[in-house]
């Protein structure tokens, strides 16, 4: 028997026919058509949240550059008027007297 005639070629027709016909349901299914025309109205809407979220990281960076700046000129202040406590206000144990007449 020669190499042509072990090929089923009525199984292989019938093989490639069903894969076709498969081809052309879902193609031509209304689920495929429902699926697309949902598509096509959410991907908008996917594009709209990654400008969103693009403009929010641009606006949270910038805040947090001006509350890291905002931060260490607190913490200098603090330093300073802690400095001034502690030569004018102290009162002797590490705690600053309350000007109201208690202590610390």
Known sequence: MSKLE??????LITSLDETVNG???????????????????????????????RDLAVTLNDNSKSLAA???QTSIDARASDGTRAKGAGTGDGHVENRRGGGG
Do not use: C, H, M, Y
């Open 6 to 11: 072990e090929i089923d070629f009525k199984g």
């Open 23 to 53: 081809i052309k349901r879902t193609v031509n299914s209304p689920e495929l058509e429902l699926t697309i025309r949902s598509l096509q109205k959410t991907v908008p809407k996917i594009d709209e949240a990654v400008v969103s979220i």
């Open 70 to 72: 905002n931060l260490e």
